[in-house]
């Protein structure tokens, strides 16, 4: 079945640097597009990020762009989420998704908190 984990969130000052990564499994990694997305609280959930299945192409939402990256190593099946210059605003729980087979798969999430 698919499992997608994601590791990496934690509490860190404005202006600090978080990496997330996702570890896939149950699935050809290297056959899918990968996204990030985030929710905080009180909010709808939002697309932060977005990979091709081979990494050639990727997109980002305008609020991180400049400051976030996404990429992937499809060897080790694990998509990342390099967030730099991070906001309090960025504060949430970060997931990780794919379609298969036109179903939504989501991991268990990863708690991100910037503060002072």
């Known amino acids: 079945q698919v499992q997608l984990v994601e590791s990496g969130g934690g509490l860190v000052q404005p202006g600090g640097s978080l990496r997330l990564s996702c570890k896939a499994s149950?699935?050809?990694?290297?056959?899918?597009?990968m996204r990030w997305y985030r929710q905080a609280p009180g909010k709808e959930r939002e697309l932060v990020a977005a990979i091709t299945s081979a990494g050639g192409s990727t997109n980002l939402a305008d609020n991180v762009k400049g400051r976030f990256t996404i990429s992937r190593d499809n060897a080790k099946n694990t998509v990342y989420l390099q967030m730099n210059s991070l906001k309090p605003e960025d504060t949430a729980v970060y997931y990780c998704n794919v379609v298969v087979f036109r179903l939504d798969y989501w991991g268990q999430g990863t708690q991100v908190t910037v503060s002072s």
């Open positions: 149950g699935f050809t990694f290297s056959g899918y597009a």
